[in-house]
T-cell receptor
Framework: GQQLNQSPQSMFIQEGEDVSMNCTSS?????WLWYKQDPGEGPVLLIALYKAGELTSNGRLTAQFGITRKDSFLNISASIPSDVGIYFCAGRQMNRDDKIIFGKGTRLHILP | NAGVTQTPKFQVLKTGQSMTLQCAQD?????MYWYRQDPGMGLRLIYYSASEGTTDKGEVPNGYNVSRLNKREFSLRLESAAPSQTSVYFC????????????FGPGTRLTVT
């Protein structure tokens, strides 16, 4: 079964608020990836992380590769309506070159 | 350059029927993947292929078979469809040269009655 625990499952926030979500694993991961999925479409990569401790930004999004290699975090600053969607973490374990597995997703809602 | 294409977009099957979901990519990627997405379950890996001629099981392979026909194409077959296989199926591909970024197709929405 899935080995990535993503939380929270869903979030309801006001426009302009900051958002934080995270992903944890019982296994060590070599690569952490964060994706966003809009309704009716496939996921699109937001940020990729390759080194423990790495902090990477993509516009208002910032993600970190946890130093234990067992977790990762995604922050969105000053949320806007187009941030609505499902955010997935994904990862690649050590010695599992091509196998990439996903968390269950965090569904982000922005209240009017 | 179409990226990753999937056919069909929608399909309704009766229990016990068989069908093949097609996936093709024109990015010269080595690795290809099949995932299924169910509400609240995220994306679960069914099978993947690191290169032409090789396939490996993912998290939920039971009830499925795959074929890596050539570098471009990776098909998923349901030999005897069951209602539990009602889902949205996504194909993805990745180059192994630089990063682990996967490019996803638009998905196939399958209903088994």
């Amino acid at each position: 079964g899935q080995q990535l625990n993503q939380s929270p499952q869903s979030m309801f926030i006001q426009e302009g608020e900051d958002v934080s979500m995270n992903c944890t694993s019982s296994s060590i991961f070599n690569t952490w990836l964060w994706y966003k999925q809009d309704p009716g479409e496939g996921p699109v990569l937001l940020i990729a992380l390759y080194k423990a401790g790495e902090l990477t930004s993509n516009g208002r999004l910032t993600a970190q590769f946890g130093i234990t290699r067992k977790d990762s975090f995604l922050n969105i600053s000053a949320s806007i309506p187009s941030d609505v969607g499902i955010y997935f973490c994904a990862g690649r374990q050590m010695n599992r070159d091509d196998k990439i597995i996903f968390g269950k997703g965090t569904r982000l809602h922005i209240l009017p | 350059n179409a990226g990753v294409t999937q056919t069909p977009k929608f399909q309704v099957l009766k229990t016990g029927q068989s069908m093949t979901l097609q996936c093709a990519q024109d990015m010269n990627h080595n690795s290809m993947y099949w995932y299924r997405q169910d509400p609240g379950m995220g994306l679960r890996l069914i099978y993947y292929s690191a290169s032409e001629g090789t396939t490996d099981k993912g998290e939920v392979p039971n009830g499925y078979n795959v074929s890596r026909l050539n570098k471009r194409e990776f098909s998923l077959r349901l030999e005897s469809a069951a209602p539990s296989q009602t889902s949205v199926y996504f194909c993805a591909s990745r180059t192994r040269l630089i990063s682990y970024e996967q490019y996803f197709g638009p998905g196939t929405r399958l209903t088994v009655t």
